[in-house]
């Protein structure tokens, strides 16, 4: 009989239950309710479930607990917590307050959802299949990038930014109606989705090396520690927003910069986009 660990599990049943309370909850909510405020907390449930994505694999390796069943509950609450509860949220955002876009803008949107759904579940059945052809505690074939955008990823840059179209910022300095927050938010799922299938190349935590005495680095995440808490505490949607893209930003770049020069450049060969199978 397989071993089915607890803890491993029991913060992935954590990060799953996040998920399914903010599709429950959006589904039910009262549409006199402010949405900023809603979209808001749902967002804040949504990180605090990629961290516990975070934690639960670190703490199975970390006492050893790995197991075939905990490799596949992790996937499929990944595909309910950051595969389905975005687009709903995105759905909702544009259809609160009695705004509707157009049957046109609606098709679209309803379109992108699944594109970006779908393309999240084939993204962890790739990463789920290629994770289980890796020999445990092979340690040479480890890789410090992810091929495709990660899921949790891709769901915090979906949420950021229909968060960011509501926030007292956009409205009150770039105010955008109901149709155009529909076109945005539909290119962005269709964007996020086709990075997750993807080969381009995105770097996971295993890659951040730095060369620093170890009090200078010390001292500067202490001050981005202050910004961010800061950021979270009174501009939570443009800290979130910010993180969340930069991260693409960057993964983009790197990839760019790679395909621009070629062979000659070997520092940044991780992050070459892979030719499809």
């Given at each position: 009989?397989?071993?089915?660990?607890?803890?491993?599990?029991?913060?992935?049943?954590?990060?799953?239950?996040?998920?399914?309370?903010?599709?429950?909850?959006?589904?039910?909510?009262?549409?006199?309710?402010?949405?900023?405020?809603?979209?808001?907390?749902s967002a804040i449930l949504l990180v605090v479930a990629a961290v516990a994505d975070l934690?639960?694999?670190?703490?199975?390796?970390?006492?050893?607990?790995?197991?075939?069943?905990g490799g596949l509950f992790d996937c499929l609450a990944d595909s309910v917590t950051f595969g389905v509860a975005p687009p709903l949220l995105v759905l909702k955002s544009l259809t609160w307050g009695g705004e509707v876009p157009t049957r046109l803008a609606t098709f679209f949107m309803i379109l992108a959802s699944i594109i970006?759904?779908?393309?999240?579940?084939?993204?962890?059945?790739?990463?789920?299949?290629?994770?289980?052809?890796?020999?445990?505690?092979?340690?040479?074939?480890?890789?410090?990038?992810?091929?495709?955008?990660?899921?949790?990823?891709?769901?915090s840059a979906v949420v950021s930014a229909a968060l960011m179209l509501v926030s007292p910022l956009a409205t009150e300095y770039l105010p955008i109606h109901t149709n155009g927050r529909a076109v945005i938010m539909t290119l962005v799922l269709m964007v996020i989705?086709?990075?997750?299938?993807?080969?381009?190349k995105f770097p996971s935590v295993k890659a951040l090396h730095f060369r620093v005495p170890s009090f200078s680095l010390a001292f500067a995440t202490g001050i981005f520690a202050v910004m961010m808490l800061y950021g979270i505490l009174d501009y939570f949607a443009e800290a979130f927003f910010a993180v969340s893209w930069l991260y693409l930003f960057i993964a983009w770049t790197l990839s760019l910069i790679r395909v621009i020069a070629g062979k000659r450049s070997q520092t940044l060969v991780d992050f070459e986009p892979e030719q499809e199978d």
């Amino acid at each position: 009989m397989k071993k089915v660990y607890l803890i491993p599990n029991a913060i992935t049943a954590f990060g799953l239950t996040c998920g399914i309370f903010v599709i429950f909850k959006i589904s039910i909510a009262d549409p006199s309710r402010d949405l900023f405020s809603l979209l808001q907390a749902s967002a804040i449930l949504l990180v605090v479930a990629a961290v516990a994505d975070l934690a639960d694999g670190a703490v199975a390796r970390l006492i050893k607990a790995q197991s075939e069943f905990g490799g596949l509950f992790d996937c499929l609450a990944d595909s309910v917590t950051f595969g389905v509860a975005p687009p709903l949220l995105v759905l909702k955002s544009l259809t609160w307050g009695g705004e509707v876009p157009t049957r046109l803008a609606t098709f679209f949107m309803i379109l992108a959802s699944i594109i970006y759904t779908l393309c999240g579940v084939l993204r962890l059945v790739r990463f789920r299949l290629h994770d289980s052809e890796t020999k445990e505690g092979d340690k040479k074939n480890e890789k410090k990038h992810f091929t495709g955008l990660p899921i949790p990823a891709a769901a915090s840059a979906v949420v950021s930014a229909a968060l960011m179209l509501v926030s007292p910022l956009a409205t009150e300095y770039l105010p955008i109606h109901t149709n155009g927050r529909a076109v945005i938010m539909t290119l962005v799922l269709m964007v996020i989705g086709y990075f997750m299938i993807s080969r381009w190349k995105f770097p996971s935590v295993k890659a951040l090396h730095f060369r620093v005495p170890s009090f200078s680095l010390a001292f500067a995440t202490g001050i981005f520690a202050v910004m961010m808490l800061y950021g979270i505490l009174d501009y939570f949607a443009e800290a979130f927003f910010a993180v969340s893209w930069l991260y693409l930003f960057i993964a983009w770049t790197l990839s760019l910069i790679r395909v621009i020069a070629g062979k000659r450049s070997q520092t940044l060969v991780d992050f070459e986009p892979e030719q499809e199978d």
